[in-house]
T-cell receptor
């Protein structure tokens, strides 16, 4: 069964709306989670690293004020796309490393959520 | 510079054919990890295999096999006797230390495999 739950799976909303996407680790704690964006027929691009209890680390070119990340607990990270516009339409995927507790082991496979397909009209 | 290169954008085969998906990576780290993921049309990512930089032993899992060669920085994936259900986008990914206690996963652009009946 799924070890990372992502919700909602699909969102369609008007331009200017803020959209929140949740990523939950099931049955394990994730001090770190990752958020990716995937445009149609393209690869997954890391947007930011979400750190429990501290600020997220954003990749170059990703607007912090546009994509708000909150990691308030060891099992939940949220991504809020603020004042979304059509160009923000994309497939957003979260992941958590396959280890419990603190630290991230590079050899552990990331557990991915099923993704959120965001469409801004 | 692109860290993970999947030169084949699209591959189309007929069922039962063998197919190899290429992956070439670039890293300065001595310790790193390589992965293959499958993304079917529904969008979810399915983990297939991981390999660390110290283990060059090839692996076979059913119809899937992987050939890791450090000398050529390649980690190729072969599907034997392909089936229609194998149709998906396949991503090769590299995990490197990204600072602090974090490892970052960098994906290749993916290869769209279409298996026709």
């Amino acid at each position: 069964g799924a070890v990372v739950s992502q919700h909602p799976s699909r969102v369609i909303c008007k331009s200017g709306t803020s959209v929140k996407i949740e990523c939950r680790s099931l049955d394990f704690q994730a001090t770190t989670m990752f958020w990716y964006r995937q445009f149609p027929k393209q690869s997954l691009m890391l947007m930011a690293t979400s750190n429990e209890g501290s600020k997220a680390t954003y990749e170059q070119g990703v607007e912090k004020d546009k994509f708000l990340i909150n990691h308030a607990s060891l099992t939940l990270s949220t991504l809020t796309v603020t004042s979304a516009h059509p160009e923000d339409s994309s497939f957003y995927i979260c992941s958590a490393p396959g280890v419990t507790g603190g630290g991230v082991m590079g050899n552990q496979p990331q557990h991915f959520g099923d993704g959120t397909r965001l469409s801004i009209l | 510079a692109q860290k993970v290169t999947q030169a084949q954008t699209e591959i189309s085969v007929v069922e039962k054919e063998d197919v190899t998906l290429d992956c070439v990576y670039e890293t300065r780290d001595t310790t790193y990890y390589l992965f293959w993921y499958k993304q079917p049309p529904s969008g979810e990512l399915v983990f297939l295999i991981r390999r660390n930089s110290f283990d060059e032993q090839n692996e076979i899992s059913g119809r899937y096999s992987w050939n890791f060669q450090k000398s050529t920085s390649s980690f190729n994936f072969t599907i034997t006797a392909s089936q229609v259900v194998d149709s998906a986008v396949y991503f090769c990914a590299l995990s490197e230390w990204g600072g602090g206690s974090n490892y970052k996963l960098t994906f290749g652009k993916g290869t769209l495999l279409t298996v026709n009946p």
